[in-house]
C-alpha cells in the first residue's frame, strides 16, 4: 500500500522532496546496500551525511561514486558504478544523502 501511494504521490508530484529522494533511491536499488540510519552492506547515509559534512567537494565526489564506483573509502568492500542512475539523478540523490541529520 506504501508503495503504491508512493508511486501515486511522484506521479503527480505531491510528495515532499526528502520523499521523493528516498523513493528514488529505492527505484534504483540503493537501498538494496544502503539505509538511512544503519550500515547494511555499504554505510548508513546518515553516516556518509556526518562524514562529508562541511567538505567543499563533498557533492562532487559523492555523485562521482555513485556513478563510477568507488573502493576502499569504508572498508574492503568497493560500491559498483551505477549504470541505472543518471547525472542528474546522482545529484538528487547525493544532496538528498548530505541533507540528512
Not at 14 to 30: H, I, R, S, Y
Not at 37 to 65: C, S
Amino acid at each position: 500500500m506504501k508503495t503504491t501511494l508512493i508511486a501515486l504521490a511522484l506521479a503527480f508530484g505531491v510528495t515532499a522532496p526528502a520523499m521523493a529522494d528516498e523513493a528514488l533511491a529505492k527505484a534504483k536499488n540503493c537501498m538494496a546496500c544502503h539505509s538511512i540510519d544503519k550500515k547494511v552492506v555499504g554505510p548508513a547515509y546518515k553516516d556518509v551525511a556526518k562524514k562529508f559534512a562541511g567538505q567543499k567537494d563533498a557533492e562532487a565526489a559523492l555523485i562521482t561514486a555513485v556513478l563510477k564506483g568507488s573502493k576502499g573509502v569504508w572498508g574492503p568492500i568497493p560500491m559498483p558504478a551505477n549504470a541505472n542512475v543518471n547525472e542528474a539523478e546522482a545529484k538528487k540523490l547525493v544532496d538528498w544523502i548530505l541533507s540528512l541529520k
